[in-house]
């Protein structure tokens, strides 16, 4: 068995996870990175690179399995892969809204259940959720991807009351607007999900407009939202929620106390903006 603090990341491929798996492994972790682009995962010493497809349950039981077999322990789950499936509620197909569902929650859901048993018989380790402040806001044409992390924070919370009996923990980050590729991968969707003479295309337009500004003042890097991957990992006492940025926390806040009053501001605004 390793004597290295060892984490298994999905999504390692870009953005966010391909910056925590550096900084991880530049901090001496071993590091168990999955991505279905396995190419694009950061080559280093401490990196074990592996194909990981979060919505094949072969794929995950192979990449939980593998870090068993060759570290003998797994400290951090991190599960971090995820894509916005924009798009209007009335014409994102089914078969996206699944591919959505089993990506950001059943993916990291069913890699919880691979490792918790490894977990339990350590008596230690630790989940790390990648969710959003999309987790507790939301704004149009994105609906799919805010129930799958509003769902990801909620199963958060309740693996954590069940599992502290057993020494371990679950907990949530939630970043802001974060430099990667997922703004462009949102906005391909949106596209793709509208239908030949959509009613939905004038907010679209709007929505895009307004999203591009808004990616322009994207405040965090990929490395920044690392970081805090890492104090989730290592805080003696983990938090149940990790922001980046104040505004981060407060939007959320704001949303999730005052939510009649945040529905009426996200309608003023479509009226206004979009
Ligand atoms: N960027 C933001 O503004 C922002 C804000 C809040 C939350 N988030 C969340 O942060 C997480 C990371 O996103 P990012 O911003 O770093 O975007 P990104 O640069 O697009 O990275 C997404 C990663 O997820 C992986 N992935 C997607 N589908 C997968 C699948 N089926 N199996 C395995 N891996 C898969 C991708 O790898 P492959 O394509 O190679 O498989 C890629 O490595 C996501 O959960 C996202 O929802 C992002």
Redo the contacts with the bound molecule.
């Keep these: 068995m390793t004597n290295q603090n060892v984490i298994l990341i ?10 925590a798996t550096k900084l991880f492994a530049e901090r001496g972790w071993q590091v168990f990175a ?5 190419e ?2 950061p080559q280093l010493t401490n990196v074990r690179a592996l194909p ?5 349950s072969a ?1 995950n039981q192979n990449f939980v399995t593998t870090a068993i077999t060759e570290a003998g322990r797994i400290d951090v789950l991190l ?6 499936e924009f798009g209007p509620l009335e014409e994102v197909s089914m078969a996206n809204v699944r ?1 959505q569902l ?3 929650l059943l ?1 990291a859901a069913e890699l919880a259940q691979f490792v918790l048993p490894t977990m339990r018989a350590q008596g230690s380790g630790r989940i790390i959720n ?5 987790g507790d806001l939301y704004s149009p044409l994105g609906g799919w ?1 805010y129930v799958a ?1 509003h769902a990801l924070n909620t199963w958060s919370d309740v693996l954590d009351t069940e599992i502290r009996q057993f020494g371990l923990r679950s907990v949530v980050v ?12 949102a906005l391909k969707n949106v596209t793709k999900n509208l239908k030949a003479d959509s009613p939905y295309q004038p907010m679209v337009d709007g929505t895009m407009q307004l999203m591009d500004r808004l ?1 322009e003042s ?1 405040s ?1 890097t ?1 490395l920044d ?1 690392a970081k805090v991957f890492y104090r989730a990992a290592t805080d003696r006492l983990p938090h149940r929620r990790y922001y980046y940025s104040v505004a981060d926390r407060m939007m959320s806040h704001f949303a999730r106390v005052h939510a009649g009053a945040f529905h009426q501001v996200m309608n003023l605004a479509v009226k206004h903006f979009i």
């Design positions: 999905t999504g390692a491929s870009s953005g966010m996870g391909y910056a999955g991505a279905r682009r396995v694009k995962i990981l497809d979060v919505t094949d794929s599960n971090n892969a995820g894509y916005g591919k089993d990506t950001n993916g990648n969710s959003s402040i999309g991807y992390k939630a970043p802001g607007g974060t430099e990667s590729s997922w703004g462009e991968i990616t994207s965090a990929a939202l």
